[in-house]
């Protein structure tokens, strides 16, 4: 990429019944948003025209209809489909739900063909998007198979963030499926992405346990005793500084947690309830261990304020700016560990 070029953000538009298209456009109705990059919408010009209107957003759209046209300085929408659409805001539909699959394949295409640099998406319904052709349970999921790496669902701020053992699991199967191999791969996940997308050199890990009290030694479940610890152990004898399993239930309320870099939960709501309590608003959802970036905000669609023109787009904003510091942050990365420093030729020895 030349160094005058702005970083493309790819947008999926999410459900457009939900609150997803107005974080978007109010995110880029602040003028500013374009010294830093330049918006790629997936989507269509006319659908985001009308939905301008809604929300009485002043901002111009340039619509197009292949990479080639996207121009730095304008909000581009590329136009994935011309035919108009019936929005009812905070109605799930099966209907709008295929048009944020559409957005969302196109912008992972475009991803995967270096056209766009991230990716940020707007928020699905999980039950809308399902289809004999999709059947994918999230973002998370459906970017874990069509890109390169082992995905794991990161929540960050600034000063807080979250790596998830099991994401989109039912509670049921949670210790059944958290494994030596699981967790070894999740915390050197997160390692990785603590030192290449966030520039932490010595990253400093802590690891909840999975049942309440880490178990009580065994009183309370055998899973910490005999998964967990044990598996701590050799990550942390292999150099990696890691602790744990720490009790969850007093963990974020006695502040512990700012002495880590990261937090890894043994589960989906153990992490995300602190989190959001603690950010919400502010926080990310960071797809981290791909090889490319994707962010989106930490809520959901939000039906009971579509269209009413409530939504606060701070986190979407995060998410942006989140994707872009990582981009950065990675390319860093990589300039540094690509070139050690070569061996010089040894002196010739004097006679």
Same mark, same amino acid.
């Given at each position: ?76 929408? @590329? ?18 739900? *295929? ?51 082992? *995905? ?12 998830? @053992? ?71 004898? *292999? ?14 309320? *006695? ?68 994707? @872009? ?27």
């Amino acid at each position: 990429m030349k160094k005058e070029e702005k970083i493309r953000v790819g947008i999926s538009i999410g459900d457009l019944n939900g609150i997803g298209s107005e974080v978007i456009l109010k995110t880029f109705e602040d003028s500013r948003m374009l010294d830093f990059c330049t918006p790629v919408i997936f989507a269509s010009v006319k659908i985001l025209s009308f939905l301008k209107k809604q929300y009485t957003i002043n901002s111009n759209l340039h619509g197009v209809d292949k990479t080639s046209q996207i121009l730095d300085g304008k909000i581009n929408v @590329l136009n994935i489909w011309k035919e108009p659409v019936d929005i009812n805001f905070g109605e799930e539909n099966e209907k709008i739900g *295929s048009y944020a699959v559409k957005s969302l394949e196109a912008a992972t295409r475009a991803l995967k063909n270096n056209e766009v640099d991230i990716l940020v998406t707007a928020p699905i319904n999980k039950s809308s998007i399902q289809s004999d052709a999709f059947k994918f349970p999230g973002h998370t999921d459906y970017l874990d198979q069509e890109l390169e790496g082992n *995905s794991l669902m990161f929540m960050i701020t600034e000063d807080l963030k979250v790596g998830l @053992l099991t994401d989109h699991v039912a509670l049921k199967d949670i210790a059944d499926t958290i494994t030596p191999e699981l967790i070894e791969e999740k915390i050197n996940t997160i390692y990785t992405s603590l030192k290449q997308d966030f520039g932490i050199s010595k990253p400093k890990i802590a690891v909840l346990g999975i049942n309440p009290h880490s178990g009580d030694n065994g009183v309370i479940g055998k899973e910490d005793e005999e998964v967990l610890k044990p598996t701590i152990k050799k990550i942390n004898d *292999s150099g990696k500084l890691v602790y744990g399993p720490y009790a969850a239930d007093s963990f974020f309320g *006695s502040n512990t947690y700012k002495a880590f870099d990261a937090i890894v939960a043994s589960y989906h709501d153990q992490g995300l309830i602190p989190f959001k309590t603690l950010s919400f608003g502010k926080g990310v959802n960071y797809t981290a261990g791909l090889d490319q970036i994707r962010t989106s905000p930490d809520h959901g669609t939000a039906f009971e304020i579509a269209g009413k023109n409530q939504a606060d787009h701070s986190s979407f904003k995060e998410a942006v700016f989140a994707a @872009l510091k990582i981009y950065k942050n990675r390319r860093q990365y990589a300039e540094i560990t690509k070139n050690p420093l070569k061996k010089q030729p040894r002196k010739p020895q004097k006679k």
